[in-house]
């Protein structure tokens, strides 16, 4: 079973060409210019445009995950293009890293097999997701990720690596923060079936009408969330300013008993929050945000909160990369100020600070 197979063999990619600003290539739609750009239509061509290149270089999927500074990036920017999904083994499927996520969660779904459905609607590249350990409504990438094809710039080698090699943690691998390495291909394992993998987080399960634990038709479960995402701003929508973002901004923190017994104090009632290992809990960060006084929609210039959700920062027409740091900054620190808990951004900052 191949769906659009992969090119084997090194290719030359298109020669540079002298580079766009970065706005057009970001879900934010903020970012400076890049000094050159190289569209790659398979992994050997970004390899090859990489070893090519003069000076530094950012390899761009979907750019939804990402915030670069209104001075763009004085390098190569590689376009990261291209699809591909085969079956390398049983119920275990390559996809290439170009390949738009969605379009591979909804293949996943037409064909039978659970085990990413939850993460129906989330933007960008298929090779974005180890990086960050996408997840989303109970599910999380590594739970299904067999082995992710690194290219290690530094040694100059290609090799499979396994999960325990990625070091997988609440949004984070060894991937994130370092350019050291290029995911180039991720192999998924699936189970095939017509029914989900239970139903880890209530809110989708009570939009199933089912029990947490449960199982539901595969199909009526990517429905389910793709209605919770569009509900939220969070499926991408040329005309919905509330979808030009870079989903949530902000992880949702982890901290100790004494710290959730300050917020609950300070809060007059107890935050949301789930078990993040011994002693810990995950806190909602868009549960700190509007108990500290920020509203859907507050606004800072041209960037402000979604109208839908608090925990994504949207641009609203015009904005700068320094509008929606500057309203980052705004929103961390009022939580900070208000409960004792610091929030962190989600999405990789390229020549940008928080």
């Not at 991937?175 to 390495?181: A, L, P, T, V």
Request: proline share 5%.
């Amino acid at each position: 079973m191949t769906h659009a197979s992969p090119t084997p063999r090194e290719q030359a990619p298109n020669g540079p060409v002298p580079g766009r600003s970065l706005s057009e290539y970001t879900t934010l739609r903020i970012g400076g210019p890049a000094r050159e750009m190289i569209e790659t239509r398979h992994w050997s061509e970004a390899v090859a445009a990489i070893r090519g290149a003069a000076g530094p270089t950012l390899v761009l999927g979907g750019g939804s995950n990402v915030v670069i500074g209104d001075a763009g990036f004085d390098g190569t920017v590689v376009l990261l293009r291209g699809e591909g999904i085969e079956e390398v083994g049983p119920e275990l499927f390559r996809v290439q890293a170009g390949h738009v996520w969605d379009d591979f969660v909804a293949w996943t779904v037409s064909n039978g097999f659970s085990g990413v459905e939850c993460l129906s609607g989330i933007p960008g590249s298929t090779g974005a997701t180890p990086i960050q350990n996408v997840g989303a409504y109970g599910q999380e990438v590594a739970q299904t990720i067999a082995a992710v094809k690194v290219w290690d710039r530094e040694a100059d080698e290609i090799r499979d690596w396994s999960p325990a090699e990625c070091g997988f943690a609440y949004r984070r691998s060894v991937f994130k923060h370092s350019d050291r390495y290029l995911v180039l291909s991720v192999d998924f394992r699936l189970a095939e079936g017509e029914e989900s993998e239970p139903i880890a987080y209530a809110e989708l399960a009570k939009r199933l009408e089912v029990e947490v634990g449960d199982r539901a038709p595969v199909h009526l479960v990517r429905e389910a969330v793709l209605e919770l995402r569009r509900g939220k701003g969070m499926v991408l929508d040329e005309d919905d300013h509330d979808t030009w973002s870079a989903g949530s901004f902000f992880t949702n923190p982890i901290i100790d008993a004494g710290a959730l017994r300050k917020v609950a104090e300070r809060a007059g009632g107890e935050p949301p929050h789930w078990p993040a290992g011994e002693g810990l809990v995950k806190v909602s960060a868009a549960w700190l945000i509007g108990a500290a006084g920020f509203e859907k929609g507050h606004r800072r210039g041209e960037a402000g909160l979604s109208t839908k959700h608090t925990l994504a920062l949207t641009n609203r027409g015009g904005a700068s990369a320094a509008d929606v740091l500057a309203l980052a900054a705004e929103v961390a620190d009022g939580v900070e100020a208000a409960f004792g808990v610091r929030l962190h951004p989600e999405p990789v900052m390229v020549n940008a600070e928080l």
